[in-house]
């Protein structure tokens, strides 16, 4: 390589953000390099987070399955179940490497330059590469530069990390062996999917949460049901309590926590302790000031609406700056980011951004709940639906939870929706694309859904905003 090569637009990240951003890019004929440190593409998600925890999510479901409900679904089992946590582990990683090396056929398809080093700023217009096999450190330049470092887990204040004992969700998706206790700090999305996969396959898990309730942002009752839903399934959760101390000893991790209210101490013992308290902008090594880049007081890269840092030519996208910590906003952003070099125009719509978590059931919403439209002042009605009174979710066994609408009381125009179910996931869409063309309640359950589907209910859920539903 030239001791300085020019790019269309360079992207520093390769994550959810940049890689779709560099491809976007190579497709609207740019001349596109991406710069990536971590000697895979994908970012977080792919490496360690979407991919690897919906794997053990996805395995340790049908171990429990197969161990809870062989019987009942009529299947008899000669023989030991028993979980092989190291093949567990290795589906796992085969899923990651998968996928990431998907990408890298991708970028090839599309003429993207994958740059395998760390990028850091020079000025506005350069960027030196620290190629990762070692080789001399060199310069790229661009025209456009897109920021997408992504997101680290936040640390806790006095509690350190190992990534042995006392872990992020990057050590939880690597242990050697499944923990026999194992004490969890944050019962938000990642915490709660962890507690789940853990808990499936053997070890007693708490949940340390200091709010008065689970699942940060979900719906309050939506977050309730949850809660006693994963109780049934022996997590144990000290809601309201906050956390003073941890340390390892040896081979345990000593948690002192305290009852927010009360002020009543109490000592937990613990073979793992998972600190899952949020993730932060990651914006180390990369020289900001050399570029005159600024952030704000959480270590946001500021931009406007446009992702343009005070440099029209420098873009911002994804974790590492403003919005919602997910993989699929990311992605919106990296092809309006692109959208916004070639034509001047973008789009993301920010108040349709869906949130799924992957236990069972799962939990997905998109759109407004209750107490963010009580705070708005704006009158709404709900609709319900539980999947106990649906014919799919009862031939599957499988009939916890409940379909919510959320719709304007006079327009019937749907503001939010609420799933708490089997396949919520994938429902959610259909919720997605309701608001996305302002759909009234009345427009879904005037749709025809198959039958029997577990959408059947999502049908009913919106009728019965302004009408009696058929089934229940
Ligand atoms: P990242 O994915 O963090 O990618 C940034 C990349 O930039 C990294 O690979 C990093 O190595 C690279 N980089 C940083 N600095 C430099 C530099 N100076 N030079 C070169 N490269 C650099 N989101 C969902 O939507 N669904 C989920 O189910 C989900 N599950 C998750 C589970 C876990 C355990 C975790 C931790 C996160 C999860 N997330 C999920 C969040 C999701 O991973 C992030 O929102 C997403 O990865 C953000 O994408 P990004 O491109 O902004 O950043």
Not at 175 to 188: A, F, M, N, Q, Y
Not at 278 to 307: C, F, S
Not at 408 to 425: C, K, Y
């Amino acid at each position: 390589r030239n001791a300085s090569t020019k790019y269309d637009v360079l992207v520093v990240g390769g994550g959810p953000g940049g890689y779709v951003a560099a491809i976007k890019a190579a497709q609207l004929g740019y001349n596109t390099a991406c710069i990536e440190k971590r000697g895979a593409l994908g970012g977080t998600c792919l490496n360690v987070g979407c991919i690897p925890s919906k794997s053990l999510l996805n395995n340790s479901h049908l171990y429990h399955q197969i161990v809870h409900e062989a019987e009942t679904r009529g299947i008899a089992i000669d023989g030991k179940v028993s979980v092989d946590f190291d093949k567990l582990m290795a589906a796992k990683d085969k899923a990651v490497k998968t996928l990431t090396g998907g990408i890298e056929m991708l970028f090839k398809k599309n003429k993207v330059t994958y740059i395998k080093g760390a990028g850091s700023f020079v000025d506005e217009h350069k960027v030196a590469v620290t190629p990762i096999d070692g080789s001399e450190a060199h310069e790229v330049e661009a025209d456009h530069i897109i920021v997408a470092t992504g997101s680290e887990a936040t640390p806790f204040p006095g509690i350190e990390i190992d990534e042995e004992r006392i872990v992020t969700s990057t050590g939880i998706l690597s242990l050697k062996e499944i923990p026999k206790r194992l004490s969890i700090i944050g019962g938000g999305i990642i915490g709660l999917e962890m507690a789940s996969v853990y808990s499936r396959i053997g070890s007693e898990v708490t949940v340390i949460e200091f709010q008065n309730a689970i699942g940060a942002g979900m719906d309050a009752e939506v977050a309730k049901t949850t809660q006693k839903l994963l109780a049934k399934q022996g997590l144990k959760f000290k809601l309201g309590t906050k956390v003073t101390k941890g340390v390892r000893e040896g081979d345990v991790v000593k948690i002192e926590v305290e009852d927010v209210k009360s002020g009543k101490k109490e000592e937990l013992e613990s073979d793992v302790l998972l600190v899952a308290i949020g993730r932060r902008p990651y914006t180390e090594g990369l020289n900001l000031e050399k570029a005159g880049l600024e952030l704000d007081n959480k270590g946001r890269l500021v931009i406007d609406d446009q992702y343009r840092t005070k440099h029209e030519h420098i873009r911002v996208i994804g974790d590492v700056t403003f919005g919602p910590m997910l993989a699929h906003k990311a992605e919106e952003e990296g092809i309006a980011a692109a959208e916004y070099i070639k034509h001047g125009h973008g789009h993301v719509n920010y108040a349709n951004i869906p949130s799924v978590m992957y236990t069972h059931p799962e939990v997905a919403w998109v759109g407004l709940n209750e107490e963010q439209l009580k705070e708005k002042g704006i009158k709404y009605k709900v609709g319900k639906f539980p999947f106990i009174a649906n014919s799919r979710a009862k031939t599957n066994l499988d009939t916890d939870g409940f379909v919510k609408f959320i719709a304007d009381a006079e327009t019937q125009r749907v503001l939010g929706v609420h799933v708490i179910g089997p396949n919520a996931g994938e429902m959610i869409a259909e919720g997605g694309l309701a608001l996305e063309y302002g759909a009234s309640t009345e427009d879904i359950a005037r749709t025809c859904h198959a039958h029997p589907t577990l959408s059947e209910a999502f049908k009913e859920a919106a009728l019965s905003t302004f009408d009696k539903p058929i089934n229940f």
